[in-house]
C-alpha cells in the first residue's frame, strides 16, 4: 500500500530502566540519572505497566510551591501535591493510570497522544498489554533520517506509477534532503495535488515540489 506509515514498533526504544512499585524515591532518582532519562514506567507482575514516575512527581514545580509563611520552606499545593511530597516509593509517587500506545499505532498516533496528554515519552505495550518499549519525541523524529534514496525507491515504485502510469506518463522521482521532486510529463495533469497529498504522508518527507506538464502539450 502507497505511503503505508510506520509504526511505534519501528522506531521505538526497545531496552527499557523500570521499576517496580516498591522501589524507593532514591532508586528511582539514582536511575533516571543513570539512564540520563526523565521519567520510569512502573511495572507489575509480568511487565504490565501500571503507571509512570516523571522527574514532576519528585520535584513539583516551584510555581506550584508557595512558601510556608513561618518557615520559608515550599510546601505543596492541593491533595495530590501533598501525598506525594510525603512519598517514598513508585506506587505512591507515579501517575496513574499510565499512558500507553500499542506497538502497532502509527506514529501519527502517538505524536497526536504526547501533544494531548501533555508527555514527551510512552510506555509502549504489545498485545497482552505488557511493556515492548518507550517511544519519545526523539524516537518520532527518527522517521525523517531515512535516507534519500530510500524515499525515492518508495514513491517510485508506489505513488508515482500508480498516478501516472507509463506510457502515457513519464515521470522522474529525485529526493534530496527529504524534498522530493517529480519531473517530467504526466496525461493528467489535474491528478498532482493528489500526488502531493500522498507523498507528504510518506513517512521521512520534508516536501514535495513539482515539475511537470502534460503530455500532450507542445514542447
Known amino acids: 500500500m502507497y505511503g503505508a506509515p510506520h509504526i ?3 522506531v521505538m526504544t526497545r531496552t527499557v530502566a523500570t521499576v517496580g512499585r516498591r522501589a524507593p524515591f532514591t532508586e528511582i532518582v539514582h536511575m533516571m540519572r543513570d539512564w540520563r532519562i526523565s521519567a520510569l514506567p512502573v511495572i507489575e507482575d509480568e511487565g504490565h505497566v501500571i503507571g509512570v514516575v516523571c522527574q514532576a512527581d ?15 520552606r515550599p ?3 492541593g491533595p495530590v501535591a501533598a501525598a506525594k511530597a510525603g512519598a517514598l516509593v513508585a506506587g ?3 501517575s496513574s493510570p499510565a499512558v500507553t500506545v500499542r506497538a502497532d499505532a502509527t506514529l501519527a498516533e502517538a505524536a497526536r497522544l504526547m501533544a494531548r496528554e501533555g ?3 510512552l510506555p509502549v505495550v504489545d498485545d497482552a498489554d505488557l511493556l515492548a518499549g518507550v517511544m519519545s519525541r526523539a524516537d518520532l523524529l ?22 501516472f502510469p507509463p506510457p502515457s506518463s513519464a515521470v522522474r522521482v529525485e ?15 489535474a491528478l498532482v ?9 510518506v513517512e521521512g518527507v520534508v516536501d514535495v515540489e513539482f515539475d511537470l506538464a502534460h503530455a500532450g502539450a507542445t514542447p
Not at 59 to 71: K, Q
Not at 144 to 154: G, N, S
Open 193 to 201: 495535488p493528489v500526488a502531493a497529498r500522498l507523498v507528504r504522508a
Open 142 to 163: 527518527k522517521v525523517f533520517l531515512r535516507d534519500d534514496e530510500d524515499i525515492a525507491e518508495e514513491e517510485g515504485r508506489e505513488i508515482a506509477p500508480f498516478l
Open 119 to 121: 508527555v514527551k515519552r
Open 175 to 189: 529526493v534530496r534532503d527529504g524534498v522530493v521532486t517529480f519531473t517530467g510529463r504526466v496525461s493528467d495533469i
Open 8 to 10: 511505534v514498533s519501528d
Open 75 to 77: 510546601v505543596p499545593r
Open 58 to 72: 519528585l520535584l513539583p514545580p516551584a510555581e506550584e510551591l508557595p512558601d510556608e509563611p513561618d518557615t520559608g
Open 92 to 94: 505512591d509517587l507515579m
